[in-house]
């Protein structure tokens, strides 16, 4: 019987195709290897913070730290008088105070609590400003160098209606008409108008905190008239701080912001104009970034963002003072900003519901007035990641 004839090409065909299935399943399984060593089994968190935390959680460098300790935390912004409310499906919320990690705890049925990071409440000012401020005994050199606002002769100003042409000396422009205010977010909303709040009412009563109970209806008409008189509020906290850099001394004279902020702009830019001076208000308040977990994988984001020393120095690149002040320092030595590094005069803000109770009344002045109802921007929208911050107000 004859023999199967020999084909060595079909043979060798063969061998090829059966190598690269081979082939192709090895690199297949070295695939799926790298990418789970690249990418890890990361827990997906969601959060939703004050926008001027957005910042922090979409750097890259933080987004892979995360990462390498196995999550995936995207943020939303919100103001940081509403998130507490309705966070839906999120794993924690992050307010920029511990009054208001108070109420998201006591709404959301929450005992536990994280502050990895705070900052203090400054106001920045062009030179022109601070020299006409200084004439009129508001503002003062300090003797470390450092810019002082008396916030109790600032109100004595706000009581007059004074304008900036009124000042003493020649460094404002007589054309320039505006009344003398500080310019803040919108308080019906925002942390960093309720900071403002705590400062002015604990001034305004007679320098206590104000109590819970019955609200004093000349203080709220006075810090009501002190926001109403800025004009349109500010859809977000970053829209001041940005007007205020983008658009000079014209537009915004003089700015009640985060220290970070400034910091932050500073190092990562886009930085201020030279002349732009730190003002640290006398009193001020620290606002205590907090972070309040609803499950459990927002807890582990809080013990991360507390306990975990590269997001803590990860923390301090933007602008925010961490438990341990070394990071803090060597920032500002590093870039020789002109901020301190310890802050001395500083008062608590009041329990949640006394100052809620201030705000409030502010709010019933607003819709009183027929002001537009306050924007809750960036409520759906989702980040992870390498953007810019932008929307709610902090």
Known sequence: ?????????????????????????????????????????????????????????????????????????????????????????????????RHLAERARELNGVTAEYQPFSTP??????????????????ARRAEDGAWEFDMAAYLELTEERTR??????????SSNRNEVLIRTTDPRTSNSAAMYVAVLSYLLNGEEAVSPGPVDREIVDTLSRLFL??????????????????????????????????????????????????????????AEHTVVPLTGAGDEVGRLLTGDAELQALAAGHGFRTEDTRHFQDLVDEHGLSVRTQVADVVHPPAYEALESLLTGIEDAYTSSGMRPP????????????GAAAGGAG
């Open 229 to 286: 008189a800025q004009g349109q509020p500010p859809e977000s906290s970053q829209q001041p701080f940005e007007q205020f850099r983008d658009l000079g001394a014209g537009h915004t004279p003089l700015v009640w912001v985060y220290e970070s902020q400034y910091v932050h702009a500073m190092v990562e830019g886009p930085a201020p104009a030279d002349g732009v001076v730190v003002l640290y208000p006398g009193p001020t308040v620290y």
């Open 164 to 173: 900036w042409r009124d000042l003493p000396g020649d460094s404002v422009s």
């Open 375 to 386: 924007a809750d921007d960036g409520e759906d929208t989702g980040r992870a990641g390498g």
């Open 1 to 97: 019987m004859p023999g199967i004839p020999h084909r060595p090409g079909r043979t060798r065909t063969l061998f090829v195709v059966a190598a690269g299935t081979v082939i192709a399943a090895l690199l297949a399984a070295i695939g799926v290897v790298l990418v789970d060593r690249v990418l890890g089994d990361r827990r997906p968190v969601e959060g939703i913070v004050g926008s001027e935390k957005v910042a922090f959680f979409e750097d890259e460098r933080v987004v892979e730290r995360f990462g390498e300790l196995g999550y995936e935390v995207r943020v939303r912004p919100r103001g940081s008088r509403l998130l507490a409310e309705e966070p839906g499906d999120a794993d924690f919320v992050s307010p920029g105070s």
């Open 121 to 138: 409440m400054v106001l920045l000012a062009y030179e022109p400003m601070v020299r006409a401020l200084e004439e009129a005994g508001v």
